[in-house]
C-alpha cells in the first residue's frame, strides 16, 4: 500500500514538474515573442568588441588598446592573468563552469531576497552583466531580468568564454565617464591596464560594485577595505599565491589622477589607414574577420612608448607637450608611432627640417649649388620679405655651412635661384602640394606637413633618392583571401649625387651643427632640425633624420617655451631612441655612389675671392662629378734665403723684399727667440755659433720658411783649437783653398 502512495505521490510530482516547466516554457515562448523581449544584437556587442586582427612584422598580435567609439578596447591577451581573474573572483567565480545562468547563485539570492523581502541580490553572471550593459537598462524588475537570462545564455552560445570576458572588461563602468579596464587604468592610475599590478587590478575589480563608494579619490579608506576583500577572494580561489597576497594587502594605494592628453597609437593609424584604404568605417571594420599585417616592429613600438611616457618635456602650462614620433623602415614601412596631444600629427609649419627636400636637394639635384657654393649671409630685402637669423649674419659661407647652422638667408637666396615652381615640382613628387612662396626656405609650405609627409621626404633621402608612400599596412586578408596589398609605386625624385651630397651635409649637420646631440661614435645619422617660434616661445621643435636602416621624425608642437627647439628635446628624445634601436644591431655608414667625388678646395680662394678651386690640400667637399670645379689654384714656389755677414761677431741678416710680412727667428739650444727687423735687416751680437731661419707671412697666413743658417762665432783661440797634436801641418795647396 505504501509503495502504491509512493509511486502516485512521485507520479503526480513529476506531472506538476512537467507542467511547470511547460508552463514556464510556454512562457518564455510568450515572452520571446512579445513586445517586451529584447532581440540578442551582435551590433550592440561589437561596439566594444571586434574580430579584427592586427599583426606586426613578425605576425605576432599586437596588444595595443584600440581606440573605438567612446570605447578603449584592449584584448584579453594584453593583460596579466591576475587583472581579468580579479574581477572573476570578486564577480562571478563559476564563470567558467556554467552556461551565462548560474543556477545555484539564482537560488542563493532568491532565498536571501525573500528573506529579507527586497529585491538587493540578483545574482548576476559575467555573461548577464555584459547583457545589461550593452542590450539593457538598469532598472529591477522581472522583465529585465527575463531578458538579462535568456539573452546571457544566447551570447554563450555565439561566443567563447575569453571574448564574452574580454568584451565584459571593455565595457565595465568606473565612474569618471571611465568605461572599459583600459580607460579606467588611464583615469585612475594614470597607465596602461597592462601595466596594472595585483593592487591596482584588485581596486578596479572591487570599484564596479558602486564606483563612487570604493574610488581611490572618493573614500580611500572603503576602497583599501573593499581591496582586501578581493585579495581575499583572489587568494581562496588560487588566482594568486599566498605571498603575492601578502605584499599586494601592503602595496599603498596611489591615486594616480591622469593628466587628460589625447594618445593614438599605433593600432589607431592602422585603424585609420584600413578604413580609408577600404572605405569602410571603423565599427564597420571592427565588425569584420580582416586580419591586417602591418610593419609594426614590437620592440621599437614598445621603446618609444616606453620614452614618450617617461618624457618631461613641458608645454607653457607646465604639462605634457603635445608629441608626435614615427620611425620607418627606409622603404615606407612605418615601424612604430606615437601621436599625443591635440596639436599632434596634424598639418603645421616644419620649420628648417624642410629646407633640404624643398630648397637644397632640388638645387643639387639641378646642378644650380654645390656644396661649396658661396653665398653672402647679410641682411637682405627680397622684395618687401625680410627673414633674418636666428644668431645674426655670417657674411661669405659655403653651402654645407648654411645648411649645419641652419642659416635663413641662404636658403632664401638658393630658393630664389632654383625658383618656387621648381621647388613645387619637386615637392609634390614628395606628396606635399600647393603653391608656394619664398617663406618656403623657412620651411612655411601653404598648408603646413604632417609628420607622415616630413617622414616621406627624408625616407626618400634614405632610399637613394626614390620615393615610396608611407604607411603601416602590408597586406588585409578576409575570409576569401588577400583583399589588399600595399605596393611601393617607387618614384625617382633625386638623381644618387645629389642625394649623396645631400646626405653628407645632413651628417655633418649632425656632427657639427644644430643636431650634434644626436652624434654616435657607432654609427652615422643624417638629420636636420627645425624650430618655428618667435622670441615670445616656440610653437613646433622637430627633427627628422635618417640612418641606413630607418627614418625618423620627432616633433613636438603646441605652446613651447624658447628653450624647447630642435637642437634640444627633440634631438635628446630621437638619441635615446637611435641608441636603443641600434644596440645590437648597428647601421653601415652611408656609401658614396659612383657618380660622386671628394676635392680638395683652396680655402684662400674660397673664402677671400670666392672662387672654387682645386687644390693638393684644402678643406674637402664633395662633389657631383658632372658638376665639379676643373680650375686649379695658382701654387706659388718660394725659394727665398737669409743673406748673413759677420764682422767681430756682429752678424747682420738681411730679407729679400717680398709681398708679406718677414719675421725672424734666432734658435739657441733648441729655443727660438724673435728678432726685431728694420727694412727686412737686422743684426744680431755673436757670443757663440747661432742659427737663424725666417717666416714669411702673406695675409695672415705663413706660406713659406727659408732654409736655416748658421753664422760662427770666432774667438783668439779659436785658431788653435782647430788643429790638433797628432795632425799633419796643412800644405802649400790645403793653405790655398782656405778662406
Not at 374 to 399: H, R
Not at 423 to 437: A, D, R
Not at 484 to 498: C, D, P, T
Not at 599 to 608: F, P, Q, R, S, V
Request: with cysteine; glycine share 6%.
Amino acid at each position: 500500500m505504501k509503495k502504491r502512495i509512493w509511486k502516485i505521490f512521485g507520479i503526480t510530482t513529476a506531472l506538476t514538474l512537467l507542467l511547470v516547466i511547460c508552463a514556464g516554457a510556454l512562457c518564455l515562448y510568450r515572452f520571446e515573442h512579445s513586445d517586451a523581449f529584447v532581440s540578442f544584437d551582435k551590433d550592440k556587442l561589437n561596439e566594444v568588441y571586434t574580430a579584427l586582427t592586427v599583426l606586426d612584422d613578425e605576425g605576432q598580435v599586437i596588444n595595443e588598446p584600440l581606440y573605438l567609439n567612446k570605447y578603449k578596447q584592449i584584448p584579453l591577451s594584453a593583460l596579466h592573468d591576475y587583472t581579468y581573474m580579479a574581477f572573476v573572483a570578486v564577480e562571478d567565480k563559476r564563470f567558467f563552469n556554467h552556461d551565462g545562468v548560474d543556477v545555484r547563485r539564482i537560488a542563493g539570492a532568491a532565498l536571501h531576497n525573500l528573506k529579507s523581502r527586497s529585491y538587493k541580490e540578483g545574482a548576476s553572471t559575467i555573461s548577464q552583466q555584459l547583457i545589461k550593459n550593452t542590450h539593457l537598462d538598469n532598472s529591477k524588475t522581472f522583465k529585465r531580468k527575463l531578458n538579462e537570462i535568456l539573452l546571457a545564455k544566447k551570447l554563450e552560445k555565439e561566443y567563447c568564454k575569453t571574448e564574452i570576458l574580454e568584451m565584459y572588461v571593455n565595457t565595465i563602468y568606473f565612474g569618471r565617464s571611465a568605461y572599459g579596464i583600459e580607460t579606467a587604468a588611464n583615469v585612475y592610475f594614470n597607465k596602461s591596464a597592462t601595466d596594472l599590478t595585483v593592487s591596482e587590478s584588485a581596486v578596479l575589480a572591487g570599484m564596479i560594485k558602486a564606483p563612487n563608494v570604493y574610488a581611490p579619490d572618493k573614500n580611500p579608506d572603503k576602497c583599501r577595505t573593499r581591496r582586501n576583500t578581493v585579495l581575499k577572494l583572489m587568494s581562496e580561489q588560487n588566482i594568486i599565491d599566498d605571498e603575492t597576497y601578502a605584499a599586494a594587502l601592503d602595496e599603498p594605494i596611489t591615486y594616480n589622477p591622469q593628466i587628460v592628453r589625447p594618445e593614438r597609437n599605433y593600432v589607431y593609424s592602422v585603424m585609420r589607414e584600413a578604413c580609408r584604404l577600404l572605405n569602410m568605417t571603423p565599427l564597420q571594420l571592427a565588425k569584420s574577420d580582416f586580419v591586417i599585417e602591418t610593419y609594426c616592429n614590437r620592440q621599437t613600438q614598445k621603446e618609444l612608448c616606453r620614452l614618450a611616457a617617461n618624457d618631461r618635456t613641458k608645454n607653457k602650462d607646465g604639462l605634457q607637450a603635445d608629441l608626435s614620433a614615427v620611425v620607418l623602415n627606409n622603404d615606407g614601412g612605418i615601424q612604430a608611432c606615437i601621436l599625443r596631444g591635440e596639436t599632434s600629427g596634424s598639418g603645421r609649419q616644419a620649420g628648417s627640417a624642410l629646407k633640404p627636400p624643398a630648397v637644397y636637394a632640388p638645387a643639387l639635384n639641378e646642378k644650380i649649388i654645390t656644396q661649396a657654393s658661396l653665398i653672402l649671409d647679410e641682411e637682405t630685402d627680397f622684395n618687401g620679405y625680410k627673414p633674418t637669423n636666428a644668431g645674426g649674419y655670417n657674411g661669405w659661407t659655403t653651402v654645407k655651412y648654411a645648411v649645419a647652422k641652419s642659416l635663413n638667408i641662404p636658403a632664401v637666396k638658393t630658393l630664389n635661384a632654383l625658383t618656387l615652381p621648381v621647388s613645387e615640382k619637386y615637392l609634390t613628387k614628395l606628396g606635399i602640394t600647393g603653391e608656394q612662396n619664398l617663406s618656403l626656405a623657412l620651411g612655411n609650405a601653404n598648408g603646413g606637413v604632417d609628420i607622415f609627409q616630413l617622414a616621406k621626404c627624408y625616407s626618400a633621402f634614405a632610399n637613394d633618392g626614390k620615393c615610396n608612400d608611407v604607411g603601416f599596412i602590408k597586406n588585409i586578408y578576409g575570409s576569401d583571401g588577400l583583399i589588399y596589398s600595399r605596393e611601393k609605386n617607387e618614384q625617382r625624385v633625386f638623381q644618387s649625387a645629389a642625394n649623396y651630397l645631400m646626405t653628407d651635409m645632413l651628417v655633418n649637420t649632425v656632427e657639427t651643427g644644430t643636431a650634434k646631440k644626436l652624434k654616435n661614435p657607432r654609427y652615422q645619422v643624417a638629420a636636420k632640425t627645425g624650430t618655428v617660434g618667435n622670441a615670445d616661445g616656440n610653437t613646433d621643435a622637430l627633427v627628422a633624420g635618417y640612418t641606413t636602416a630607418n627614418t625618423f621624425v620627432v616633433w613636438y608642437s603646441g605652446e613651447l617655451n624658447n628653450d624647447i627647439n630642435g637642437a634640444t628635446a627633440p634631438c635628446a628624445f630621437a638619441s635615446e631612441l637611435l641608441s636603443s634601436m641600434y644596440e645590437e644591431h648597428i647601421p653601415s655608414d652611408f656609401a658614396p655612389p659612383s657618380g660622386v667625388i671628394r676635392l680638395d678646395i683652396d680655402k684662400e680662394n674660397l673664402y677671400d675671392n670666392q672662387l672654387v678651386t682645386r687644390c693638393d690640400s684644402g678643406e674637402k667637399f664633395w662633389f657631383d662629378k658632372s658638376n665639379q670645379p676643373k680650375d686649379f689654384a695658382q701654387t706659388v714656389k718660394y725659394d727665398y734665403h737669409i743673406e748673413a755677414y759677420a764682422t767681430d761677431n756682429v752678424a747682420k741678416l738681411t730679407l729679400p723684399d717680398v709681398d708679406g710680412l718677414w719675421q725672424l727667428y734666432r734658435k739657441t739650444e733648441g729655443k727660438s727667440e724673435l728678432l726685431p727687423l728694420t727694412d727686412n735687416t737686422a743684426m744680431a751680437i755673436l757670443d757663440r755659433d747661432e742659427t737663424f731661419y725666417a717666416e714669411l707671412y702673406v695675409k695672415n697666413k705663413l706660406v713659406y720658411t727659408t732654409p736655416s743658417v748658421t753664422v760662427y762665432y770666432v774667438s783668439d783661440t779659436k785658431e788653435k783649437e782647430d788643429f790638433r797634436d797628432d795632425e799633419p801641418f796643412p800644405n802649400l795647396t790645403d793653405f790655398w783653398y782656405w778662406g
